[in-house]
């Protein structure tokens, strides 16, 4: 058993660091082709925040572990919504943002909500068993290229209707010249590129390419190491311990992958940037429950009777919460009373899924 849980640490730390490295190299390389902030943002830096979930799920496909790669994306996305979302409303009340409510969180909602209907075969198709076969994985695929080409078809017009908004100058990207409540998944994405495109420079000897690529390449081999020992330890955890590989996804790997968005976005609140930490977590829930389960199901199709109603009801219902809170506030925020809620939410499926076993 400790070999298995050195395996699983060891694994999500050389995932966590592998998506940092890929992602600064892959900026760093985009930046010198002159490709925008807004593109980089919705690209290159989306995916490289999902880059963990995605390695994992689609290597458990692989190996013939479908419930570890369902089991890992709507664990992560419960986590993300409830409980780091909440602890921020707690810790610091933040507005949501027009755009976020008009436009991402009823795009997170149908996310959430189409990975439901897909993955939910025994209540919407009679099925004796819940898989999501290729059919539904390429539905998703359609949804999220939909998603990517809306979100930069949107931006973009955004930034022809307020000059504001350009690489040049005062940008929504640069969280000191506007209101912190003004950013929505696009902007937030954006600011994420700019930093790691000043990581890329200063750590990567100013101006030489070849190690933009070395950063790149070294991140995609612990990427690939990486998740082959997520998905050994986990199921070597799951024998042991006498857990479904489902449950082990739902609570271990995938609370495992998604705590650096905990300490990350909690600090984030914590410096008056929740508006950033939330668009990006909303944005990497909808690549996570539209990208990575569709890729995935392209593999091999995602069998996991263990994963049912109360947990794609609970993300869904999560989903729902995010985009209903502000429009009931007066401040259109999510504020310590919705906070209190998506957190006593999140221990109670916990209990629940501990009982279940």
Same mark, same amino acid.
């Not at 050389?14 to 593109?39: C, E, K, M, P």
């Not at 908004?165 to 990207?173: C, L, M, P, V, Y």
């Given at each position: ?5 050195v ?6 730390a050389?995932?966590v660091?592998?998506a ?7 900026v ?7 490709v925008?902030?807004?593109?980089i ?6 995916l ?13 496909a692989?190996?013939?572990?479908? #419930?570890l790669?369902?089991?890992?994306v709507?664990? $992560?996305? %419960?986590?993300?919504? !409830?409980?780091? =979302?909440?602890? +921020? ?9 027009g755009?976020?409510?008009s436009?991402?969180?009823?795009i997170l909602?149908i ?9 939910d075969s025994?209540?919407?198709?009679g #099925?004796h ?6 059919? $539904?994985? %390429?539905?998703l695929i !359609?949804?999220? =290229?939909?998603? +990517?080409?809306?979100?930069i078809l949107?931006?973009k017009n955004q930034q022809?209707?307020?000059?504001d ?11 000191s010249a ?5 950013v929505?998944i ?11 495109a000043?990581?890329?420079e ?5 101006g ?5 690529w ?5 991140g ?5 190491v990486?998740?082959n020992?997520?998905?050994?330890g986990?199921s ?6 006498g857990m479904?590989q489902?449950m082990?996804?739902?609570?271990v790997?995938a609370?495992?992958?998604?705590l ?8 984030a609140?914590?410096?008056?940037a ?8 909303v ?5 996570n429950?539209l990208?990575t ?12 009777d263990?994963?049912?109603?109360v947990?794609?009801i609970?993300?869904a219902?999560?989903?729902a919460?995010?985009?209903?809170f ?8 999510i504020g ?11 221990v109670a ?9």
């Amino acid at each position: 058993m400790i070999q298995d849980i050195v395996y699983l640490v060891l694994g999500l730390a050389l995932l966590v660091v592998g998506a940092n490295y890929v992602t600064d190299g892959a900026v760093a390389v985009a930046r010198r082709f002159n490709v925008s902030n807004l593109i980089i943002g919705l690209t290159v830096v989306a995916l490289g925040s999902t880059m963990p979930d995605i390695v994992v799920c689609v290597e458990s496909a692989f190996q013939d572990k479908p #419930a570890l790669a369902m089991g890992e994306v709507i664990g $992560a996305n %419960i986590f993300d919504l !409830l409980l780091v =979302v909440g602890i +921020m409303g707690i810790v610091r009340p933040f507005k949501v943002s027009g755009i976020m409510r008009s436009q991402d969180l009823p795009i997170l909602f149908i996310a959430s909500f189409a990975l439901w209907i897909a993955g939910d075969s025994v209540l919407f198709d009679g #099925a004796h068993h819940n898989v999501i076969n290729r059919s $539904a994985g %390429i539905m998703l695929i !359609l949804i999220f =290229v939909f998603y +990517m080409w809306f979100m930069i078809l949107s931006s973009k017009n955004q930034q022809a209707i307020d000059p504001d908004d350009s690489d040049d100058g005062a940008s929504s990207t640069d969280v000191s010249a506007k209101p912190d409540e003004n950013v929505g998944i696009s902007s937030a994405h954006a600011v994420r590129s700019e930093r790691s495109a000043l990581k890329a420079e200063i750590a990567t000897l100013k101006g030489k390419h070849w190690f933009s690529w070395v950063m790149i390449i070294g991140g995609l081999g612990a990427l690939v190491v990486g998740g082959n020992w997520v998905v050994d330890g986990a199921s070597g955890l799951a024998l042991k311990v006498g857990m479904s590989q489902a449950m082990v996804a739902l609570t271990v790997v995938a609370i495992g992958n998604a705590l650096p968005d905990l300490v990350t976005s909690v600090t984030a609140t914590v410096k008056g940037a929740s508006g950033i930490a939330f668009g990006n977590i909303v944005g990497s829930c909808i690549i996570n429950a539209l990208l990575t389960i569709g890729l995935s199901a392209l593999v091999i199709p995602l069998k996991a009777d263990s994963i049912g109603f109360v947990d794609f009801i609970t993300l869904a219902g999560g989903a729902a919460l995010l985009w209903i809170f502000p429009m009931l506030s007066k401040k259109r925020n999510i504020g310590r009373s919705g906070g209190i809620i998506l957190v006593t939410l999140y221990v109670a499926y916990m209990t629940f899924t501990a009982i279940r076993g």
